[in-house]
Each structure stands twice: as structure tokens, then as C-alpha cells.
């Protein structure tokens, strides 16, 4: 299993950001897809997870009306798009791959494998 | 402001164990929900090291060892390497959070 995003991205603050995760060596739809970000010299911060097979989202508090996730079953591949961007969202943006699609989503929640990381820069 | 705590380094000799914790809550180690660590290396995405508190993936050396009881749980390194020199993460779930959740981060230093 595998996971390649999509390149870097320089915003101006207010713009919004979309980020791609394509997945190969398995089922798509068979496993959840949990969305991280880490700031400069920061820790890892969880964002939010979608279940491509039921449609169901979740998102960490923070983040409820700013993202939004989505997925192109046909070509495998989800998307965070990030809205009214602040400096502060300048982070690396990684995604991987959650629990399997049929278990509820507080178990089995190990997040194997990643994707390389997007850097998303946030400047005026 | 994470929800999961663990001390921000902890050094030691190549060949000595070390210890990293992770201390959480009754609304997620506490209540049973599992831990799976992570190693990061300088500008790599994070790896799994251990899943459901003490499985090790295929290819993750033995040294590598995890435990979980009541609101805690550890990671113990045993024969350090300079190539286990990184940062270590927790990650568990958080049912008052509805979410996942992730430690403060450790970084692990060889002298």
C-alpha cells in the first residue's frame, strides 16, 4: 500500500488550499483516510478522517466549517481542502490510511502507511 | 494544547534503554481505547512502530517494545542505536473529542 500527494502550495491568507492523496496497492474504499498536519518545528495534529465506503467524515473541533473532505473513488485518490487560510495553517499536511472501512472508527485506528507530506506556506 | 503527554526528549548511550511515556486521561487510554506510536526521522513523514499498544508491523526491529496501563503507556527502546535518534509519537482515541489524538512528541537523542 502506498500513498503519493500531491506538491507543495504557496496561498495568500483568506485563499483556500486542496490537497490530494492518491492511494495504489489496495481497495480504496476498504480503509479510512485520516488527514495530519505538523508545523514548522511543531508536533503532529489530527485533522479529521473519511470513510470512502459509508461517505462518513469526522473533524477535530478545530477545523469543523474550515475543511472539507473528499474522494474521487475512480481514480482512488481523497482530498482536504482547507478554506480562509491564516498564516498559522503554514504546516506540512500529511495523509494515511486509518482502520479498515467496516470498523467503527475508534479502533484499529493506527494510521499505516503515509503519505509523503504537502507543504502548504501561507503568506501575503 | 494535546491531550496526550509525553516528556519532550529523553537521551541516552548506544546499547541503553530508554523509556518514553505517554500519560493520558479517562477519556482515552483510561477508557480502553488502544495506543500505536510513531517514529519520525528528520524530514520523513511519520512510520508505525507499534500498533494496539504492543504489536510490532513487519520490519520493526524487537528492540522496539510497548505497554499501556490505566491512563499511561510506554515505549522502551532497548539496545539504542544512532539510528533510532528521531522523535516519537503517541496517538490514541479521545471519546469526549470524538476523535483521534496524538502525544506532545519526544525527541530521542544518542550520545
Known amino acids: 500500500a502506498q500513498l503519493v500527494q500531491s506538491g507543495a502550495e504557496v496561498k495568500r491568507p483568506g485563499a483556500s488550499v486542496k490537497v490530494a492523496c492518491k492511494a495504489s496497492?489496495?481497495?480504496?474504499?476498504?480503509?479510512?483516510i485520516h488527514w495530519v498536519r505538523q508545523a514548522p518545528g511543531q508536533g503532529l495534529e489530527w485533522m479529521g478522517w473519511?470513510?470512502?465506503?459509508?461517505?462518513?467524515?469526522n473533524f477535530a473541533q478545530k477545523f469543523q466549517g474550515r475543511v472539507t473532505l473528499t474522494w474521487d473513488t475512480s481514480i482512488s485518490t481523497a482530498y482536504m481542502e482547507l478554506s480562509r487560510l491564516r498564516s498559522d495553517d503554514t504546516a506540512v499536511y500529511y495523509c494515511?490510511?486509518?482502520?479498515?472501512?467496516?470498523?467503527?472508527?475508534?479502533?484499529?485506528?493506527?494510521?499505516?502507511?503515509w503519505g509523503q507530506g504537502t507543504l502548504v506556506t501561507v503568506s501575503s | 494544547q494535546s491531550v496526550l503527554t509525553q516528556p519532550p526528549s529523553v537521551s541516552g548511550a548506544p546499547g541503553q534503554r530508554v523509556t518514553i511515556s505517554c500519560t493520558g486521561s479517562?477519556?482515552?487510554?483510561?477508557?480502553?481505547?488502544?495506543v500505536h506510536w510513531y517514529q519520525q526521522l528528520p524530514g520523513t513523514a511519520p512510520k508505525l512502530l507499534i500498533s494496539g499498544n504492543n504489536n510490532r508491523p513487519s520490519g520493526v526491529p524487537d528492540r522496539f517494545s510497548g505497554s499501556r496501563s490505566g491512563t499511561s503507556a510506554s515505549l522502551a527502546i532497548t539496545g539504542l542505536q544512532a539510528e533510532d535518534e528521531a522523535d516519537y509519537y503517541c496517538q490514541s482515541y479521545d471519546r469526549r473529542l470524538s476523535g483521534s489524538v496524538f502525544g506532545t512528541g519526544t525527541k530521542v537523542t544518542v550520545l
Open positions: 479517562s477519556s482515552n487510554i483510561g477508557a480502553g481505547y488502544d
Open positions: 473519511i470513510n470512502p465506503d459509508s461517505g462518513a467524515t
Open positions: 496497492g489496495y481497495t480504496f474504499t476498504a480503509f479510512y
Open positions: 494515511a490510511r486509518g482502520p479498515q472501512s467496516r470498523h467503527s472508527a475508534e479502533w484499529y485506528n493506527w494510521l499505516d502507511p
